[in-house]
C-alpha cells in the first residue's frame, strides 16, 4: 500500500503498524488509537491528511515522513507531480520515453522562482524507478543540464514540442 494524503488512517496502520507511535507522537490527539473501539472508529474516518491538519503539521511533509519510515519513495510536492501529461508522440522519438514521466520538472518555474533546475533534476534522478524517466520543461536549450546527465551515463533526449515553439522538453532516463 502506497501511502497518500488520502489514506485512510485505518488502513495505513493495518499494513504499517510501526507507525501508530509515530502518527501519535505528531498529532497526540490520535493517542486514543490505542483503543481498539476508538482506534476501529476514528482511524477509518480520519485521512492522512486529517491527521497533519489536526498536528498542524504541512500534509506533504507528513506523508513523506511516514513514506520515508517504512521504505517507500518521497512524494514530490503536487506542482511537480504529474499523473498525465500530453506529450506529442513522433516516430523519431527513442522507445525509453513511452508512456508517462515519472516525474515532471518545469525549469522555466524554477527559475523564475531563483531555483536551479539542476538540481531539482539531481535530487530525483536517483529516485526514478527502472524504466521511469524525468520529463523537464523549459523555455530554452537546457545544454548545461543535458551535458551534466551525460556526464552521470544518463540517457537524454530533447525536442521542440510541435504546440508550442518555445518549450522545450528533455527527457532524462
Excluded at 515522513?65 to 504529474?82: F, K, P
Excluded at 524554477?110 to 536551479?116: F, Y
Amino acid at each position: 500500500m502506497l501511502i497518500t494524503k488520502t489514506c485512510k488512517l485505518l488502513d495505513v496502520l493495518e499494513a504499517y503498524p510501526s507507525l501508530e507511535e509515530q502518527i501519535v507522537n505528531i498529532a497526540p490527539p490520535f493517542k486514543s488509537l490505542k483503543n481498539p473501539i476508538l482506534r476501529r472508529t476514528v482511524a477509518s474516518l480520519a485521512t492522512i491528511e486529517k491527521v497533519a491538519q489536526i498536528g498542524s503539521m504541512d500534509v506533504a511533509r507528513l506523508v513523506n515522513t511516514l513514506r520515508r519510515h517504512v521504505g517507500q519513495i518521497e512524494l514530490l510536492e503536487e506542482s511537480d507531480q504529474t499523473e498525465h501529461i500530453d506529450i506529442p508522440r513522433a516516430i523519431e522519438d527513442p522507445e525509453w520515453i513511452s508512456g508517462e514521466p515519472q516525474f515532471l520538472v518545469n525549469g522555466t518555474e524554477l527559475l523564475q522562482r531563483g531555483e536551479v533546475p539542476l538540481g531539482k533534476v539531481n535530487e530525483l534522478i536517483d529516485q526514478l524507478s527502472a524504466g521511469g524517466y524525468i520529463l523537464l520543461l523549459t523555455n530554452f536549450s537546457p545544454s548545461p543540464i543535458i551535458d551534466a546527465m551525460i556526464k552521470q551515463n544518463r540517457q537524454t533526449f530533447t525536442k521542440i514540442s510541435p504546440q508550442n515553439s518555445s518549450e522545450h522538453m528533455t527527457f532524462i532516463g
